[in-house]
Every structure is written in structure tokens, then in C-alpha cells.
């Protein structure tokens, strides 16, 4: 598959810390999620597909939820 110039906003990003939104947006690939967030382009699709769990042992941990957004033709 060859790159696109696609400019429709494709995924929706919620990071929150217990009842707090830290940050929310709307992104057109995962690799401006992966810039924006400071994180790798693979844990950011990981974490989109739901591979990518946080299991630590830190008292306050961000909640980082990737969802494709749903009606794009």
C-alpha cells in the first residue's frame, strides 16, 4: 500500500488521568498521534488495536484511548 494524501480526520484521542481530560483531538494518521503524544508510531498503533496495555505499578497513570472514527467513506 503507497501513501496517501488523505486530509479527513480518521482517529479520535482521549488521554485522561482518573476523571481529568489531559488532552483530546482528532487525527488524520497515527504517526501525528505518535508525534503529538511523544510516543513511537508502534506503540501508538498498538495501543489503537488494543494490544498495548499499561501494567505499572505507578500511582497515577494516564489513560491513552485510540478509536477510529466511525462514518468515513
Known amino acids: 500500500m503507497g501513501r496517501t494524501n488523505q486530509q479527513k480526520l ?3 484521542v482521549i488521554v485522561s488521568l482518573q476523571d481529568t481530560i ?3 483531538g482528532e487525527y488524520i494518521s497515527l504517526k501525528e ?3 503529538d503524544l511523544n510516543l513511537s ?3 501508538v ?3 489503537s488495536t488494543g494490544r498495548k496495555k499499561f501494567n505499572t505499578n505507578f500511582k497515577y497513570q494516564p489513560k491513552v ?3 477510529k ?3 468515513i467513506l
Open 10 to 12: 480518521c482517529w479520535n
Open 22 to 24: 489531559l488532552h483530546k
Open 33 to 35: 498521534i505518535a508525534d
Open 41 to 43: 508510531y508502534h506503540q
Open 45 to 47: 498503533a498498538d495501543i
Open 65 to 67: 484511548v485510540i478509536k
Open 69 to 71: 472514527i466511525s462514518g
